[in-house]
């Protein structure tokens, strides 16, 4: 049975230039020893540096990479120095990802949630609120949501927070790549990246900050990053990381065109059942990703149930140790609790076709349909 993979929101397949990057690399030397294959080395990471940077708008010297997302998530929740001084509180958005809302309870700062609209936009207002306090704060907003792709307001609310002398951390993993970013029009002050939602291997991302922004090592034991993350750099991931960042900007116009396959898969679906949520339709959405459910449906049944049918999907976040989990997301958009029971997130990427998403229509409707029935 030929698969049908539409869960590229946990993670995009590899990339065949990312694969030849990755392969070109693994016999280069070590990026700190001053021969001529450390030179070749170090001369490899710098170019990926720049191309990694180019994907966001942002020079080469301010990205840090990192194992992933996640390292780089935490590495941005220790900052502690904006515009009004020390850092002594975070205020984060009630849709963060795990590593972000699971590292600011570890920060041992006080935590305060800011809500969320219905359709999954910041509340504004509630932010303004929150910044009135003078204490200086570091505000955590992603970009675009991993469960709904709903994209945030980040230039508003990174005017918000530089008025008030804070500093805003936007988590930009599901972003990249799939719409056009340059943080510094928006104007955060740290952005999260994650090579593997790309096309890039697992194993490799990066944090990148503004100029000024002084980032405070986790890693400690040697000079690599500039001092701010010791360890012997994963050099066939960053050159893979750089590969993919090349390829997802030269396809970011074609990218904007799942939209497409998107908008016409969710019409159908609810052509099928009319009573069909679609999560975030009325905010603007990362052109690739649905989510999406139905009253009475089982998330874990039709999660498994559609894998044995050849079609790989997720009930929200990948995250959670391979389980079905509760969507803190979807609860935080105030979604009926019977509605989120039955979710599916659908996230398309660089190889998905229109075949793809009628065999997801026609799958879930014939799922449904027998589930409903035996009611």
């Known amino acids: 049975m030929s698969r049908t993979y539409l869960d590229y929101n946990a993670t995009a397949p590899l990339r065949p230039e990312a694969r030849e990057a990755l392969l070109a690399a693994l016999d280069i030397g070590n990026p700190s020893s001053v021969h001529e294959e450390g030179r070749k080395a170090r001369a490899l990471v710098e170019a990926s540096r720049a191309d990694v940077a180019a994907l966001v708008g942002a020079p080469a010297e301010t990205v840090i990479f990192t194992s992933g997302g996640t390292e780089a998530c935490n590495l941005a929740l220790g900052l502690r120095q ?3 001084g020390e850092i002594k509180r975070l205020l984060v958005s009630a849709i963060e990802h795990s590593a972000v809302l699971a590292a600011a309870k570890e920060s041992g700062l006080p935590v305060e949630e800011v809500p969320v609209s219905k359709d999954g936009v910041l509340d504004l207002g509630a932010l303004d609120a929150a910044l009135t306090n003078e ?5 955590c907003v992603m970009l675009a949501n991993n469960e709904t792709g709903v994209i945030q307001p980040i230039a508003e609310i990174a005017a918000k927070t530089r008025a008030h002398g ?3 951390f936007c988590d930009g993993v599901q972003a990249a790549g799939k719409m056009p970013i340059n943080m510094f029009a928006l104007g955060v002050d740290a952005l999260s990246l994650s090579g593997h939602k790309i096309g890039a291997p697992m194993g490799i991302g990066a944090l990148v900050t503004r100029p000024a922004v002084v980032v405070p090592p986790q890693l400690i034991g040697g000079g690599q990053e500039l001092g701010r993350r010791a360890g012997s750099e994963n050099i066939s991931g960053i050159a893979a990381f750089a590969a993919a960042a090349r390829a997802a900007m030269r396809d970011l116009e074609g990218f904007a065109e799942l939209a497409v396959l998107r908008d016409e898969m969710e019409t ?8 069909v949520e679609v999560f975030g339709k009325g905010a603007p959405r990362l052109a690739n990703t649905s989510c999406f459910a139905l009253g009475g449906l089982n998330a874990e049944t039709l999660v498994m149930a559609m894998d044995l049918a050849g079609i790989s999907v997720s009930a929200g976040s990948a995250c959670s140790s391979g389980k079905v989990s509760r969507s803190h997301v979807l609860a935080a958009m105030q979604s009926e609790p019977h509605i989120r029971k039955g979710v599916l997130r659908v996230s398309l ?20 349909g027998q589930a409903l029935a035996a009611e």
Do not use: C, F, I, R
């Open 82 to 84: 904006a515009a009004a």
């Open 135 to 139: 204490t200086p704060a570091l505000v």
């Open 166 to 168: 804070s500093l805003l």
């Open 268 to 275: 159908a679906l609810q052509a099928v059942q009319p009573q």
């Open 349 to 368: 990427g660089w190889q998905s076709q229109a075949s793809d998403t009628q065999k997801l229509v026609d799958e879930w409707s014939k799922l449904a």
